[in-house]
């Protein structure tokens, strides 16, 4: 009964990582073609990221209540309870990324004039950065690698640097061109979004360090 116990425990934690790593790789996809889609002006593709949107939402509902249930039925302890409680927390954050990569598709048809935007060569490399944090950091929590999971917290620099060059960019442009406030005003707010898919791959990353450790990582600012 015990041994029988143990291996449904086992495929408990294996299936609800399996489902945060679909959510992870859904929201990748939606990253990225968000941005095609800012790119190519392509509102086809952008209304399906949108669409889309709800998968996520779903397999949240699932890993919320895959948790829980493995709280009330296997009162996990010690590290078995803090890769759960991770887990909890952080099918929340990955649902969460999804929405930036959702706010960015609907965008797309708001923006004209696109090839006098320079920023717009800027944000994939910016989302691409971002995007691989969030693989990155979901491989981490797959193999509660704290090394890999401080490495992710790291390159978030790497996306501020990007939303700072962005920013004053498309600020200039907005004072020099004033017909094109609106298009700008619509770019500042990807580039914000994007900013916020690294913050929570970050996130992501510090419950991770926590999840595998015991303790978040001792140079972050919390």
Do not use: C, W
Not at 15 to 29: D, F, H, N, P, Y
Not at 31 to 47: C, M, P, R, T, Y
Not at 183 to 208: C, K, P, W, Y
């Amino acid at each position: 009964m015990v041994e029988h116990t143990v291996k449904a425990f086992d495929e408990d934690i294996t299936r609800l990582r399996g489902l945060i790593a679909e959510m992870g790789g859904l929201a990748e996809v939606a990253i990225h073609e968000a941005l095609q889609a800012l790119v190519n002006g392509d509102e086809e593709l952008a209304a399906e990221v949108v669409k889309r949107d709800k998968k996520l939402d779903a397999l949240e509902t699932e890993v919320d209540a895959m948790a829980v249930r493995i709280l009330a039925l296997r009162a996990p302890m010690a590290d078995d309870l803090r890769e759960i409680v991770a887990a909890l927390k952080i099918g929340g954050v990955v649902e969460r990324i999804g929405d930036y990569a959702k706010n960015i598709a609907k965008r797309v048809g708001r923006i004209e004039g696109r090839a006098r935007f320079e920023p717009l060569l800027l944000l994939p490399a910016m989302g691409e950065v971002a995007s691989e944090m969030v693989h990155d950091v979901l491989t981490a929590y797959a193999a509660r690698d704290p090394v890999v999971a401080r490495e992710v917290i790291e390159r978030d620099d790497k996306v501020d640097a990007f939303y700072d060059s962005i920013f004053r960019n498309l600020v200039s442009h907005m004072v020099e061109n004033p017909s094109t406030i609106s298009s700008a005003a619509q770019l500042l707010f990807v580039a914000r979004n994007i900013e916020r898919i690294g913050d929570h791959a970050t996130n992501v990353a510090e419950m991770v360090h926590y999840s595998a450790t015991g303790s978040y990582p001792s140079d972050i600012e919390r």
